[in-house]
């Protein structure tokens, strides 16, 4: 038997695991953080009713497997924050980037660690945004954290089938894009720093010679900065706007961390312009993520990436 008590008391211990599943869902912290605290309120009504049209506390106090239980509770709790999201976008802007999770380069936070586990860049969420709610979620759950065909079928009202192919039609789409970096950081990173220092200096070549031949540069400026919003693809349209970018930088970027590989914050008088991912493949380029929006990086601590 197992009761309202013992579900919240396992929920605390699942909280890491089950805020890496809503930020792979969700795409931002704050928003996987909420989805964590609908679902705490969720699984604590569970003594007094239906939480989540998943299980009343007669059928809860009898889960087999608790776990899996509050994973599915999360997992509604983020699909029906795609459905809404979705259905509330009204911008033009088809690119989006979602917010990254950045640190000081000098190293991570172990809270951190633990939602980016398994190489969840900011390229990889990239791809991510462009699948629709169901085959983002049967792609998430199946492939990132081994929920069965038929439990994900459950929560989407489909047939295991049916999920079975949402999420083979979504892993062809994350299998088309490099999005896991190379493991060496300081590899990485003496690759983002001769991007940068062949920019500032107009080298072209040098720009050519560390970017993959199927580059693609991702850049989100929101609602405030439509300009800074586009994709470019291919080495000559990257290294024409590195070079432009380059002119107009205030000052040399600060390293970061950004989803755990070698980026950059552009912060001239101390106040976030700009975090650039980088995805480093076989020590070249393959992908370049630009947050612009003022209105997502106005929580960036950018005193913090100096201590």
Known sequence: MTTSAELLTRFEEQRPRLRAVAYRLLGSLPD????????????????????????RDDEAREIANVDGWLTTVVARVCLNGLRSRRTRREDPFEVHV????????????????????????????????????????????????????????????????AVRQLASRARRRVRARPTEPDPDLGAQRRVVDAFFAAARDGDLDGLLAILHPDVVLTSDGGRARPAMSMVLRGPAEVTSQA???????????????????????VAPHGKAQFVMAFTVVDGRIV???????????????VGALLA
Request: aromatic residues 4%.
């Open 32 to 55: 996987a953080d909420d989805a964590l605290q609908d679902a705490w309120l969720r699984v604590e009504a569970s003594g007094a009713g239906d939480p989540d049209d998943t299980a």
């Open 243 to 265: 070079v432009i970018a380059a002119a107009s930088m205030p000052q040399v970027p600060y390293p970061a961390l950004v989803n755990g590989a070698a980026g950059v914050v």
């Open 287 to 301: 992908a370049i993520d630009v947050l612009a929006d003022p209105a997502r990086l106005e929580g960036i601590d």
């Open 98 to 161: 979602p917010e990254p999770i950045v640190e000081p380069a000098s190293g991570g936070d172990p809270e951190h660690e633990a939602v980016l586990a398994d190489q969840v860049g900011l390229a990889l969420l990239v791809v991510l945004e462009t699948l629709g709610p169901a085959e983002r979620l049967a792609f998430v759950l199946h492939d990132m954290f081994a929920v069965p065909f038929d439990e994900i079928a459950v929560m989407l009202d489909r047939s295991p089938e």
